[in-house]
């Protein structure tokens, strides 16, 4: 069964710089997406970016296009990837929870992301707080 364990987060100032990692590990094939999710309070859940692990394809919605990178870390000995989204400019609405969730691939990077974003169930998340 594939997990997830999310790290990273915290307190930044406006234009600054964060970094979040997701570590996956358990899983049978590597036909998988993994993307990052957010949700501020009193707002609906919307996605940030998602990566194909195979072929490292990306999606970003135009609310983070340049500013947010993600990117995929492979350990083929131990059978883990881990996904880390690098967030520079950073902007007083990029606060919230964020999360990190897979699916096994069956469309495009762009619909399994959107996909993902209406599941149930998630997880803790780590909170980024962007504050002066």
């Known amino acids: 069964q594939l997990q997830l364990v999310e790290s990273g987060g915290g307190l930044v100032q406006p234009g600054g710089s964060l970094r979040l990692s997701c570590a996956a590990s358990?899983?049978?094939?590597?036909?998988?997406?993994i993307g990052w999710f957010r949700q501020a309070a009193g707002k609906e859940r919307e996605a940030v970016s998602c990566i194909s692990i195979t072929d490292g394809g990306t999606f970003y919605p135009d609310l983070v296009k340049g500013r947010f990178t993600i990117s995929r870390s492979r350990d083929n000995a131990k059978n883990t990837v881990t996904v880390y989204l690098q967030m520079t400019n950073l902007k007083l609405e990029d606060t919230g929870r964020y999360y990190c969730?897979?699916?096994?691939?069956?469309?495009?990077?762009?619909?399994?992301?959107?996909?993902?974003?209406?599941?149930?169930?998630w997880g803790q998340g780590t909170q980024v707080t962007v504050s002066s």
């Open positions: 969730r897979s699916e096994y691939r069956f469309n495009t990077v762009q619909e399994m992301c959107k996909i993902m974003t209406r599941r149930d169930h």
């Open positions: 358990g899983f049978s094939s590597d036909d998988f997406v």
